[in-house]
């Protein structure tokens, strides 16, 4: 394997529409990297300018010690496995996955080992005598990343593998290509726009917007510390919670959060670990609150000061938890998923992921306690995180 090494890279389409914007990344040899974000955010592009499909209108393209930017796609040494699996429907297993073995006249014996060792790693052992209609579609997948690996690539090049498969089997086959690539310590850049695929798949993650990479790290990180609006309310499923506030100090080193009639008490000692926070003391913010950072107050034990007050609208059931909706008196911030053009018009509503031991029902009062020291705060003008420090 080797690594892949992208230095601000672009591509600018003839009639002017800008894919990727100066996007710069390396992916470690081993490392499986993830490219996420919503439908035309570049990532496809991204993909298909290292795999050679597409050329780079700036930038380069390095794969371990070569620059491949006038490399033909087919001398790059990338497997690239796609959304369909383009198998060839009269050939059978065997057949499929020694493919690409027999066109560079490797020899019988080579491919019947290295096809059988695939087999093997893949499950498909059982498998190897049949033609791809006769397959589910799981399996069908397996025969087309058996098909990549057997090749022993620099890379592996995955754009949206799993988007063919219903829930349950994405799931699946999801932990088998995790197991896979682990198995085979195999460089990785894989696309998706499913944010769960990205943070159950890569060591690092990649969220793009618009052509432009807006951060990079791993999984948790991402989660924990979304550098802003957009990133915040992408990852996590549900979105985190964004609303409008106003921070204020009713004492000396203590912060509250002010909504239109309601309030959250931070912890104390918050702006010694947020000093950030302390420019903005008596001015707007928007606080963010994941779904899971908040708990039916009867069962959470909470106190006062980390309460909101409201009246479940909406509760979905889910078996290991349940998805409350309420409304609070505050103005919904706007992401780029829910801009609010009648402003103050609207009230939040907020989802929070209770325990189902809560019982609440639609319709019911709810007091929900917040868990006010994994709040988020952003700078209403520029929708930048406002960190710690």
């Given amino acids: 394997m080797a690594e892949l090494v992208l230095s601000e890279l672009s591509k600018v389409y003839a009639d002017g529409t800008r894919a990727v914007r100066d996007l710069s990344l390396e992916v470690r040899d081993g490392e499986f990297v993830v490219l996420v974000g919503p439908s035309g955010c570049g990532k496809t592009t991204a993909l298909r300018m290292v795999a050679g499909l597409e050329s780079a209108t700036t930038g380069t393209i390095r794969i371990g010690d070569v620059v491949v930017n006038q490399v033909p796609a087919r001398d790059r040494d990338v497997a690239m496995i796609f959304q369909s699996y383009a198998l060839y429907p009269h050939l059978n297993v065997y057949e499929n996955i020694a493919f690409s073995l027999r066109l560079r006249k490797i020899s019988k014996s080579d491919v019947d080992r290295r096809v059988k060792e695939v ?4 499950d498909l052992h059982e498998q190897l005598g049949r033609r791809p209609r006769h397959l589910s579609d799981g399996q069908r997948q397996r025969v087309a990343m058996g ?11 995955m754009d949206e593998p799993l988007s063919n498969q219903d829930a349950n ?4 086959v999801r932990a088998q290509i995790a197991r896979i690539q682990k198995d085979l310590a195999a460089t990785t850049l894989y696309v998706t726009h499913d944010q769960t695929e990205a943070m159950t ?11 432009v990479l ?12 979304p550098v802003n609006l957009f990133v915040a309310s992408f ?26 009639h309601q309030s959250l008490d931070l912890p104390a000692g918050a702006l010694q670990q947020r000093p950030a926070l302390r420019e903005f003391i008596g001015r707007p913010v928007v606080v963010g609150i994941r779904p899971e950072d908040m708990e039916d107050a009867g069962i959470a034990g909470a106190s006062a000061g980390a309460m909101l007050h409201s009246v479940a609208e909406l509760v979905e059931i889910m078996g290991s938890d349940a998805l409350v909706h309420f409304p609070v008196d505050a103005e919904p911030a706007p992401t780029e998923y829910s801009s609010q053009p009648n402003g103050r018009a609207r009230k939040a509503v907020l989802v929070g992921r209770f325990s189902p031991r809560s019982r609440v029902f639609e319709g019911q009062h709810i007091c929900a306690w917040v868990d006010t020291s994994r709040l988020h705060f952003f700078d209403p003008a520029t929708g930048a995180a406002i960190w710690q420090a």
């Fill in 147 to 157: 098909r990549a690996i057997v090749r022993q690539p620099h890379a592996f090049l």
């Fill in 235 to 260: 990852i996590g499923s549900p979105g985190m919670n964004c609303v409008r506030a106003r921070l204020v100090e009713p004492q000396p080193d203590c912060l509250r959060v002010c909504f239109d």
């Fill in 214 to 225: 807006l951060q990079v790290g791993p999984p948790q990180e991402i989660y924990d510390c």
């Fill in 201 to 211: 798949l890569g060591d690092r993650v990649v969220v793009m917007r618009d052509g």
């Fill in 119 to 122: 087999a093997r790693i893949l």
């Fill in 169 to 172: 089997r994405r799931a699946q």
